[in-house]
């Protein structure tokens, strides 16, 4: 019969199980890469209003129709990014340093 309470485990393994869950690390999402990106889809998100505001006269375009539709995209991740925990960048932003051998990150810093 398999015990409910501890997930089939029986006592000894239970408490192995749980020493273990404790004392593993937990993965942190909170990187600087994720903050820049929240931050970015704050500001995607503020532009976007700006442009919709400013261009409201013209109605319901194919533009309009896009520019609502990425914003929808950029609000939905910035929510995820925000439940998740990620805190805002601290300024000045600089680059990871491990990342910086990476020519595509380096693409984004515009590193030599």
Known sequence: MVDQ?????GGRESRAATTVARHCP??????LENRVL??????SI?????Y????ERYGNTERIRLVNRYL????????ELYDLGIS???HPVTPNYVLQQDA????IWRLP
Do not use: M, S, W
């Not at 937990?26 to 990187?31: C, H, I, P, S, V």
């Not at 929240?38 to 500001?43: E, G």
């Not at 929808?72 to 929510?79: E, K």
């Open 5 to 9: 309470a501890t997930g089939g485990l």
């Open 26 to 31: 937990q993965e942190n999402l909170d990187t």
């Open 38 to 43: 929240k931050d970015f889809l704050r500001l």
């Open 46 to 50: 503020e532009e976007g209003r700006i």
């Open 52 to 55: 919709l505001r400013a261009n």
């Open 72 to 79: 929808a995209l950029c609000r939905r991740h910035h929510r």
């Open 88 to 90: 805002n960048p601290a």
């Open 104 to 107: 595509r990150y380096q693409v």
